[in-house]
C-alpha cells in the first residue's frame, strides 16, 4: 500500500473529524434574537460563529460588498461573526474571542454546558451585554419573518402621515428588494439590518420592526431626573433626564424651589426621544399662562379633511395629550390629539435658556418652537434640524412593533414646521454655548 496516501487519507479524515457545528437561539438583553452557527476545531482549540451566511452580501449587493470590504469598512459577509478560542473544563466548553457586527468590534466569552449558552460582549465602554441562549436542532429562521414583513407594509400603507411617500421611488425599490430578501431573513439582527441598511434613502424615518418594549415615545421612559448645578443660582437639565410623570416635575420644581434657582437650563442638543406628554408637562412648568400649544394630526385626518384645524376647534375635535387614556401606539387610530397648556401650581419665575443643534428634532422640536414662539425661553446653539414628523410603535403582533412616522405637527397657525427647522436666538456652538450662557446670567 502506498504510505503517502494512506497518510493523505487519514489527513483528510482527521480534517472531517476535528469540527463539529451546533446551531443556537440566542437572545440579547432586549429580547432580540439572533441564530448562531458554532463551529468547534477540537484540534486546533479554536472555534467560529456566525448568523446566516453571507447574508450582510445578500443585502448590500456583491459590488457594494466588495467596495466597503476593500476599503476596510466590513470584513465579513455575515451580520455577526465571533471568532477566538476554546478551553474545555470537564463538560463545559468556554469560547473567548472577538464579537463582530457590521463595523463594530467587542470583546465575546461564553461558556457552554449541555444545551444551555451563557454570555456576554463589552462595548467600548467597558459595559457587559449578556447572551443567552439554547440549542436548536436546525439552522432555519426563529420566526415567520416573510408573514411579519408583509403585515408591515400593510399597515405602513394605512397608517404612514404622508400617503405620497408611498409613490416615491425610494419607496418601491425599499419593497422591492425587502421582498426579495424577506423569505431568507433568519433572525431579529437580520430583519433590523435589512430595515436599516435598505431603507437609508426613504423619504422617512424611523421605519423598522422591533421587539415589544416596555415603553415606547408616547408613553414616554422611565426616567431618573437628573438636575445638574451650574452655580448657587443656575441649573442644568438634559433632555434624556426631563420628567415623564407629572409627580416627577412636581418633585423638581420643589427643588428647584429651595435652591432658589433663578436660571434653569434645558439641553435638547442630539435628543429626539422627548414626548408629547413629557413635553406637555414641561412647558405647563414654564408658562404663567393657559394656552394652545399647537396639534399633531394623524393620517385619519388627512384622509377626511383638506384644512388644517383652527385652534379654537381643538376641543371640540381632538383629545389633550395630558388625558390619561392615552396609550402606546394608540395615536394612529384617532385624527390627532393637541397640546393644552395649563400652568402648573408652581411655575418657574426664572430665565429660561434652551440649547438646541441641528440633531434637535421631533417634540423637542415642537418644544423648541413654542418656547421661543411664547418667548418662555432664550434658545441658545444652531438651527434644529427641521424633523417634526412623530413616529409611533404601533403593535404588529404579540411580539413585535412597527415603527413608523404617522403624525405631524402643526403650529396653531396651521403651520407645519417639517423640513424648514427653527432659527435658534443666539446662534453658537460646542462651548462657545454655555461660555455665552454663563456670561449674560
Not at 400617503?163 to 431573513?185: A, H, M, S
Not at 438651527?383 to 412616522?405: C, F, H, M, Q, R
Request: proline share 4%.
Amino acid at each position: 500500500m502506498n504510505v503517502k496516501l494512506v497518510l493523505y487519507t487519514l489527513l483528510v479524515f482527521s480534517s472531517f473529524t476535528s469540527f463539529s457545528q451546533t446551531f443556537w437561539k440566542i437572545e440579547n438583553e432586549y429580547g432580540d434574537e439572533i441564530l448562531l452557527t458554532i463551529e468547534v476545531n477540537t484540534v486546533k482549540n479554536t472555534f467560529e460563529a456566525f448568523s446566516r451566511k453571507d447574508a450582510l452580501k445578500d443585502l448590500a449587493g456583491v459590488f457594494t460588498y466588495t467596495l466597503a470590504k476593500a476599503a476596510g469598512k466590513l470584513k465579513y459577509p455575515e451580520i455577526i461573526f465571533i471568532d477566538g478560542k476554546t478551553v474545555t473544563r470537564n463538560d463545559t466548553l468556554f469560547l473567548n474571542g472577538n464579537f463582530n457586527y457590521f463595523d463594530k468590534e467587542f470583546l465575546f466569552s461564553t461558556s457552554i454546558a449541555g444545551g444551555s449558552f451563557n454570555g456576554k460582549y463589552l462595548d467600548k465602554k467597558g459595559r457587559s451585554h449578556p447572551l443567552t441562549g439554547q440549542k436548536v436542532p436546525e439552522c432555519k429562521p426563529i420566526k415567520d419573518y416573510a408573514s411579519l414583513i408583509t403585515a408591515a407594509f400593510l399597515l405602513t400603507e394605512k397608517s404612514l402621515f404622508n400617503p405620497l411617500w408611498l409613490k416615491t421611488d425610494e419607496w418601491l425599490d425599499f419593497k422591492r428588494k425587502v421582498n426579495g430578501l424577506k423569505l431568507k431573513i433568519a433572525d431579529d439582527y437580520e430583519l433590523a439590518a435589512t430595515f436599516f441598511w435598505l431603507g437609508k434613502k426613504l423619504p422617512f424615518a424611523p421605519f423598522e420592526i422591533s421587539k415589544t418594549r416596555p415603553n415606547n415615545m408616547l408613553s414616554g421612559r422611565k426616567n431618573h431626573v437628573g438636575l445638574h448645578e451650574i452655580n448657587s443660582n443656575t441649573a442644568l437639565i438634559d433632555a434624556n433626564s426631563l420628567p415623564a410623570k407629572q409627580k416627577e416635575m412636581d418633585s423638581l420644581a420643589v427643588i428647584l424651589s429651595v435652591k432658589g434657582t433663578r436660571n434653569l437650563i434645558i439641553d435638547l442638543r442630539g435628543n429626539s426621544r422627548i414626548s408629547p406628554v413629557t413635553a406637555n408637562i414641561l412647558v405647563n412648568y414654564l408658562s404663567n399662562q393657559p394656552f394652545k400649544a399647537g396639534v399633531y394630526l394623524t393620517r385619519k385626518w388627512n384622509e377626511s379633511n383638506q384644512e388644517i384645524p383652527k385652534s379654537p376647534d381643538f376641543p371640540k375635535l381632538f383629545k389633550r395629550f395630558d388625558d390619561p387614556d392615552l396609550k402606546a401606539g394608540d395615536l394612529v387610530k384617532e385624527r390627532g390629539r393637541y397640546l393644552n397648556i395649563i400652568p402648573a401650581e408652581k411655575t418657574f419665575k426664572g430665565k429660561v435658556f434652551l440649547l438646541t443643534d441641528s440633531k434637535t428634532s421631533r417634540v423637542a422640536e415642537m418644544v423648541t418652537y413654542v418656547l421661543k414662539s411664547r418667548k418662555i425661553a432664550i434658545i441658545v446653539g444652531q438651527k434644529t434640524a427641521g424633523l417634526t414628523v412623530l413616529a409611533e410603535s404601533i403593535k404588529l403582533n404579540s411580539e413585535y412593533d412597527l415603527i413608523v412616522p404617522d403624525c405631524d405637527f402643526y403650529t396653531i397657525e396651521g403651520r407645519s414646521l417639517n423640513s424648514i427647522g427653527i432659527e435658534p436666538d443666539i446662534q453658537k456652538s460646542g462651548d462657545e454655548v454655555m461660555k455665552h450662557i454663563l456670561s449674560v446670567i
